[in-house]
């Protein structure tokens, strides 16, 4: 590449990840060093037989998938809860208080 300024947008985003929020600025000064997004970088420049490009890797992030709606959910475990708590209390009044109550 050429000593400039280049822009890096993402033209495409796969389904079920998120795009790049704002485009990738890559600035080459005569020199050979290399600024991307006015940051300073190292070891990018490429080596050998592919001399003169710079390796960039951008990653694609995914979307968190919103939680299901309209399904049973967490009321399932609350009713048995309840349930458990409530013949444990039956339990414990009738161990404790039962002798009185049934004379």
Excluded: C, W
């Amino acid at each position: 590449l050429q000593p400039g300024t280049y822009t890096l947008t993402e033209t495409y985003t796969p389904e079920g990840y998120q795009g790049l929020k704002q485009s990738v600025t890559v600035v080459i000064q005569e020199d050979g060093t290399v600024t991307i997004n006015g940051t300073v970088v190292e070891d990018v420049l490429v080596d050998g037989d592919d001399n003169n490009q710079i390796s960039l890797d951008v990653t694609n992030k995914a979307k968190v998938p919103l939680p299901e709606t309209g399904g049973s959910g967490r009321i399932g475990v609350y009713l048995a809860g309840a349930i458990a708590l409530g013949i444990s209390g039956v339990y414990l009044f009738m161990r404790n208080h039962g002798k009185d109550v049934m004379k």
